[in-house]
């Protein structure tokens, strides 16, 4: 079993940053690979990163490549969101995810996700 924490959200003006964080408990933590997804109001889940847990490869959506970066401190059973250059259609509730899915982007392939962390960018 693993549980997921997110935290780190809150609310940021346009152009501005914010580091989300994600614990994790659990002692097979270094052995999932993490995802995060995002939900906007009246929208689905999207998918935003994910960073495997063997060679540290990571994918990001278009939306957001180039202005968040993933990471993770298997020392620390956290992994982290870098979000820089925020913009509004940033503003989501943020949730991490971990499993060892085939398709990376798929919210059915994650085996454990968190509670969410709201993040609001304002213009």
């Known amino acids: 079993q693993v549980q997921l924490v997110e935290s780190g959200g809150g609310l940021a003006q346009a152009g501005g940053s914010l580091r989300l964080s994600c614990a994790a408990s659990?002692?097979?933590?270094?052995?999932?690979?993490m995802g995060w997804f995002r939900q906007a109001p009246g929208k689905e889940r999207e998918f935003v990163a994910f960073?495997?847990?063997?060679?540290?490869?990571?994918y990001y959506s278009d939306s957001v490549k180039g202005r968040f970066t993933i990471s993770r401190d298997n020392a620390k059973n956290t992994v982290y969101l870098q979000m820089n250059s925020l913009k509004p259609e940033d503003t989501a509730v943020y949730f991490c995810?971990?499993?060892?899915?085939?398709?990376?982007?798929?919210?059915?392939?994650?085996?454990?996700w968190g509670q969410g962390t709201q993040v609001t960018v304002s213009s």
């Open positions: 995810a971990a499993g060892n899915p085939q398709r990376v982007a798929w919210l059915s392939q994650y085996d454990y």
């Open positions: 659990g002692r097979t933590f270094s052995r999932y690979s």
């Open positions: 960073i495997s847990w063997n060679d540290g490869n990571s």
